[in-house]
């Protein structure tokens, strides 16, 4: 005799919704937690974390993204827009007295911005940058650190390493001037892989050391009337310098506050191949 054969109901599964299953996605394995791609907002979910995109990276290190051999941009903050504040704050005080804004006239009382403030925050953010394996980064603030360390110094009247009137003195300082246009127009060319703003900073302030360099020509030579407005258009160009520091400076922070801000920067990463990758890989790419 078969016996009966017994019904039995399946419970049906419950329905989960997708913010349960979202949550569900955050399950624990092997002591890590395990969770599953994400792409919104630029982020993309690993095996072991959180990882930026390459265009994000790039908007807050102002780096292309590279491979690095540890895990110090997760363990230290964000040190670029700490030089970043150093280099807008001395650069806006600079244009503002070239350009004479309320009488403002001569170096001397602002001279512990141009040894201080701006190259000690840019000394301890190219060392943090160093540290955390962003090259191009690193270059500009240290850079820009011994620029206005430099400037600051031929600016201290208690050196009297020369006389302000005397020609010889002015045409070295034009000379000067001409050496770090060069080396800023250099910058600008790698700067083009990372963002328009960050390109036309370098750009600006390139221009503006040429600017300069005949104003400090022009004085050599007695010219007066034309030195004085190669002055006035040397600090303007610095002073949209100053303007695009601030705005790159606010997009930083905002990224790293959470800020529910999204402004453009003109992003240039893909224009190039992509860098997030092996140097070793690149160079086989190049090979083929």
């Known amino acids: 005799m078969v016996p009966p054969i017994c019904e039995t109901t399946v419970p049906?599964?419950?329905r989960i919704s997708p913010k349960m299953m979202r949550e569900e996605e955050r399950t624990e394995s092997n002591g890590r937690f395990r969770v599953t791609h994400d792409e919104e907002n630029g982020l993309f979910r690993s095996q072991t974390g959180v990882t930026m995109s390459p265009e994000m990276f790039e908007k807050l290190y102002l780096s292309p993204k590279v491979p690095h051999a540890g895990d110090f941009n997760k363990r230290f903050a964000n040190p670029t827009a700490l030089g970043f504040f150093g280099l807008v704050?001395?650069?806006c005080t600079f244009a503002i007295i070239l350009m004479g804004w309320g009488g403002a006239k001569g170096f001397a009382p602002v001279l512990g911005i141009f040894l201080f403030v701006?190259?000690?925050?840019?000394?301890?953010?190219?060392v943090f940058e160093w540290i955390m394996g962003n090259f191009f980064p690193m270059m500009t603030m240290g850079m820009f650190a011994v620029f206005w360390l430099s400037f600051g110094v031929l600016q201290m009247p208690t050196l009297q390493l020369g006389s302000a009137a005397s020609p010889e003195y002015n045409a070295v300082l034009g000379v000067y001037l001409i050496v770090w246009g060069f080396a800023f127009f250099t910058f600008?060319?790698?700067?083009?892989?990372?963002?328009?703003?960050?390109?036309?900073?370098f750009l600006l302030v390139s221009t503006s050391c040429f600017v300069l360099s005949g104003?400090?020509?022009?004085i050599s030579t007695g010219d007066m009337v034309?030195?004085?407005h190669l002055q006035t258009a040397g600090g303007a160009i610095l002073f949209v310098?100053?303007?695009?520091?601030?705005?790159?400076t606010f997009i930083i922070m905002a990224g790293e506050m959470r800020l529910p801000v999204n402004l453009p920067v003109g992003d240039l990463t893909h224009f190039w191949p992509r860098?997030?990758?092996?140097?070793?890989a690149t160079e086989h790419r190049n090979s083929d």
């Open 188 to 201: 600008f060319i790698f700067a083009c892989k990372i963002n328009v703003v960050f390109a036309v900073i």
């Open 118 to 126: 701006g190259p000690v925050l840019l000394l301890v953010a190219m």
């Open 275 to 280: 860098s997030d990758v092996e140097l070793a």
């Open 215 to 218: 104003m400090y020509w022009k």
């Open 12 to 14: 049906a599964k419950p």
């Open 89 to 91: 704050v001395t650069t």
């Open 226 to 228: 034309v030195a004085g």
């Open 241 to 248: 310098v100053a303007l695009l520091g601030w705005y790159a």
